[in-house]
């Protein structure tokens, strides 16, 4: 509790948020809720930028949450690999790719990784984060300054919570992974 009041004290304190994503997310049996999160534009310029453009686009309708690790986070934003409505689509290749727009320099920030946060999945280089992003399920203080924080959600978290996980250490998802059935930006 005390680190969600935390959490919610600093970002009153950030810059405002002028630009959010709906995410409505699906299971295998259906809809599952809608997912709002702000993004922090002021924080992350570049990486808010591509990540609305790309929802714009419609690149992320259909993409897999392809990596969700109870206790930690729920990972999705592959939209080379990771979309089940492509031809070919193969679960083992979703986490593998990110768009074909260009990588982006890291965009650290002080802002925490606390619930709820979601932040830009990088490789080993901080300055590869394309496409592709997560969801935090709890804190994970060991990201602080290591990633660079995009957002947070606002609403939905319960539907955050019901996010089908993956085994224990990879989080690979076996069988049919849930999925954002669509993407819109809001302002």
């Not at 002080?110 to 932040?119: A, I, K, N, S, T």
């Not at 319960?158 to 089908?164: G, L």
Request: charged share 20%; no cysteine.
């Amino acid at each position: 509790m005390l680190r969600n009041l935390t959490l919610a004290l600093t970002l009153l304190a950030s810059p405002a948020f002028a630009t959010g994503l709906e995410i409505e997310v699906a299971g295998e049996d259906g809809p599952m809720g809608t997912v709002s999160i702000d993004l922090f534009e002021d924080v992350a310029p570049k990486h808010v930028e591509q990540i609305t453009e790309l929802a714009k686009d419609g690149a992320y309708d259909g993409v897999v949450f392809h990596r969700v690790i109870d206790g930690f986070m729920a990972q999705t934003g592959d939209v080379a690999f990771g979309n089940m409505a492509k031809d070919g689509f193969d679960m083992r290749r979703a986490g593998q790719g990110g768009s074909d727009r260009p990588d982006l320099p890291a965009e650290f920030s002080d802002l925490p990784f606390e619930r709820g946060v979601v932040g830009m999945a990088r490789s080993q280089n901080p300055d590869s984060g394309n496409s592709q992003f997560f969801i935090m399920f709890a804190p994970g203080h060991f990201l602080n300054g290591q990633y660079t924080v995009v957002g947070a959600v606002t609403e939905g978290m319960d539907v955050v919570d019901a996010i089908k996980r993956g085994h224990s250490q990879s989080g690979a998802v076996a069988g049919v992974p849930d999925r954002m059935e669509k993407v819109s930006v809001t302002e």
